[in-house]
Each structure stands twice: as C-alpha cells, then as structure tokens.
C-alpha cells in the first residue's frame, strides 16, 4: 500500500492511555514542518484548543465536503466514531478518502479499537499506534491490510498493560505498527517484564 506523500495514522487505545499526549507531538512537529499549512481538529474535549487553526463541530455532515479538496492541511479526528454516526451520512466522505494523498491531506484518527474504522480509512491507514485498548480480537483481517501483526500488537500491549499497571507520564506504552517496511517498534516497555510474559 505504497502511497505519497501525505500520510494516515490511527491511534488506538482507551481514554487516559496517552494517545492525546502522542497526538498533540505529532502535531506539533506538522505544524514546524509545514508552516504555512493548517491543522483542522474534530476536538471533542478541548485537548488541542490551543494547536488548532480550524475545528470541525460533532453535529457538522458536512465537514469532509469541506475539507475533501483543501491542500497542505492535518485533519486530526480524534474521537472518529463521532463525526461518523451522525443521523445523516456524512457528506464528502468517499471524496475525501480519494483526494487525502493527491491533495497533500495528512490524516490522524483517534479511536478506541480498529472496529471504529471498518468502511472508512482502514484500507488507507499506513501506521497503527496502539496503546492499551479494551479491543483483542475482532474478526478484521479482510477489513485491514496487516491485520494479523496489528492484532499482535493490540494483545501485547493489553497483557503487559493488564500484568504490570500503568506507566507514569508521559512514558507511556505503546507500539507502533506500520503497515509496510519496517517491524514493529516497542516503546516504553521494561525488557525484563517482557521476559517474564514470555515465560507465562
């Protein structure tokens, strides 16, 4: 799934495991990377006011129409399945989705389990960041390239998360899972306490 040069990255995990933390670093080395661009936020609970150019409203069906033929702008949605069950489809998706890479429209999605992204960006999503998440074992891999690996990842992180607690801020589990090239990348986890989940 080789594609230019914007990117798609879903970042998955419960509330309070550190996707906010991850997401507010991304976004601040977009935004010194493209200075003249914009970055337009589905902002749910006022996490990003400060980071944001352009917020899109929960009730709007319109904000992908909005969006779909902008260029040199970050999209971050966090809180996705919101913006996605609104009563009325969403207008401009399948335009969006067409346009992101052409257009330059780098993508963060923020959900609490890859479920959330079947029928949307799924099959566009290059780089999964998994933090824990109460997800283990939905019946995706048609649904998601690499599905296999990515579920690896969701059930290590739960494990070790579920054996050894929380970390303290920020050194926050996670692993990073892309889609093509190179492996899985653990973050924050004591090699000691994996050895031991080996064991068990």
Same mark, same amino acid.
Request: hydrophobic share 35%.
């Given at each position: 799934m080789k594609r230019g040069g914007a990117f798609c990255i879903c970042v998955i995990g419960n509330n309070g495991e550190g996707k906010t933390t991850y997401i507010r670093k991304r976004i601040i080395a977009w935004k010194r990377g493209h200075p003249n661009g914009k970055v337009i936020i589905h902002d749910y609970r006022d996490d990003y006011a400060d980071l944001a150019d352009e917020f899109i @409203?929960? /009730? @709007? /069906?319109?904000?992908? =129409?909005?969006?779909? @033929?902008?260029?040199?702008?970050? =999209?971050?949605?966090? /809180?996705? $399945?919101?913006?996605?069950? =609104?009563?009325? $489809?969403?207008?401009?998706?399948?335009? =969006?989705?067409?346009n992101f890479d052409e257009n330059g429209i780098d993508i963060i999605l923020a959900v609490h389990s890859p479920p959330e992204l079947v029928n949307y960006y799924g099959q566009f999503t290059q780089f999964y960041i998994v933090f824990y998440t109460k997800h283990t074992s939905a019946k995706l891999s048609d649904k998601f390239p690499e599905y296999d690996r990515l579920n690896k990842a969701i059930k290590l992180v739960n494990n070790y998360r579920t054996r050894f607690g929380k970390n303290e801020y920020p050194h926050f589990t996670r692993i990073d899972v892309p889609i093509e090239g190179n492996k899985v990348k653990l973050i924050n986890f004591d090699d000691d306490k994996l050895e031991q989940l080996k064991k068990r």
């Open positions: @409203d929960s /009730e @709007d /069906e319109h904000w992908a =129409l909005r969006y779909a @033929d902008r260029r040199n702008i970050l =999209l971050v949605l966090d /809180e996705f $399945k919101i913006i996605h069950d =609104l009563p009325t $489809k969403t207008k401009g998706d399948k335009r =969006l989705r067409a």
